[in-house]
């Protein structure tokens, strides 16, 4: 079984206009040409500036993705974008189920699943993302939590090359907080019991240069999504390194 190489995801949520996304791009572009990563890299800008960084980063070896997809093809859905869209603009990889879409925009796990087959319809790597609550980890119920979502929102017939995971704690995102490793790595451990053989799981919720070698240690964490640091080329760099 060939190692699972590490995968670095940079969502940059709703941030970037295109001076600062471009700029961002371009010197993510540069460096991963000069030398390149110890792992696969992806930034999933927001949709307006999908076409413009796909021109920026070609050739660097850096792929592209998108936020969110509808379940649907096409159609009258105001507002939103399918999957075959974010593939038509160049995306390789979308997000689907990301808590700020479960928590804000009130996404189920059926949803979520829903979204996963049709980036998979559409030929994109989906990245399922689950995650417990503040209170979901204080009542002990982490492990049972996570595994629900997986086990709601991943279809069958998931392989490695057509699914990732990413394990982010609600509480950690934005707020500077972490589990401990012991605590990432159990959650790993119990995702990685429940999906295919050579699957990875990102861990996501305040990465950061400072802690990222640390968490990418872990065993069972095979990269990250990385949410505010990825808006720095610098820190989004060191945490890529952080796989060396
Ligand atoms: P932060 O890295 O800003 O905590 O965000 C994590 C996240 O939600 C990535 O999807």
Redesign the pocket.
Known sequence: MAARRKLI???W?MNGERADGLALAGELAVRAKASAPACDMLV?PPATLIFAVGFAIAGSGIALGGQDCHAAPKGAFTGDISAEMLKDAGCSYV?VG???RRHLRGETDADARAKVEAAWRAGLTAIL?VGETKGEREAGSAVSVCCGQLAGSMPDGATPDKLVI?Y?PVW?????LTPTSADIEAIHKAVRAKIPEGMRILY?????PKNAADILAIEDVDG???????LKAGDFWAIADACR
């Open positions: 995801a940079g969502n949520k999933c997000i990301h808590s700020e993302c990413a982010e950690a995102i934005g707020t500077g996501g919720g305040s990465v950061n990250g999504l990385i949410g505010g640091a990825s």
